[in-house]
């Protein structure tokens, strides 16, 4: 199992994801832009992925935090209806059957849910940022 590359981000409690219930929205640096990732509860396992459709890259809530389909069984985009399979990401219906969603690892401990940044994703705010605030000095 290969190590996660920087320290797990605290992102919710657990009862914040809530079994089929409505995703909470978080930030992620991709590249260098950041970009919106999302994560969900199903059969009671909580699972993450950036909020970006493998059809044409659009972000896929028809409301913020909505990405259940009608039945709430499959994670669908609202632009054109493309349906993925909650456990793995994967298009099971709609235009790019097959394709997946980026998905982003998740860690459930102690009533608190973590995220694994990768070389791909980074935590949006960065404590060792090298953005150094001037000092004022009022003498
Ligand atoms: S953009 Fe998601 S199905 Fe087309």
């Known amino acids: 199992m290969p190590e996660p590359s920087l320290e797990a981000q605290p992102l919710c409690a657990s009862a914040d994801l809530v079994e089929r219930g409505d995703a909470v929205l978080f930030d992620v640096v991709e590249f260098g832009r950041t ?20 059809h044409v890259p659009a972000e896929m809530d028809w409301q913020p935090g909505k ?4 039945d709430q069984r499959f994670i669908i985009c609202s632009v054109h209806g493309a349906l ?19 998905a982003i690892q998740l860690r459930e401990e102690g009533g608190h849910v973590y995220w694994y940044p990768s070389e791909r994703f980074q935590p949006a705010s960065n404590p ?12």
């Open 35 to 54: 970009v919106q990732a999302f994560a969900l509860r199903f059969d009671d396992v909580a699972v993450a992925y950036l909020n970006r459709c493998a």
């Open 67 to 70: 990405f259940w389909d009608m």
């Open 84 to 102: 993925y399979d909650p456990p793995q990401g994967l298009c099971v219906g709609g235009p790019c059957v097959g394709a997946r969603l980026q």
């Open 128 to 139: 060792s940022s090298d953005l150094t605030e001037p000092a004022h000095e009022h003498r």
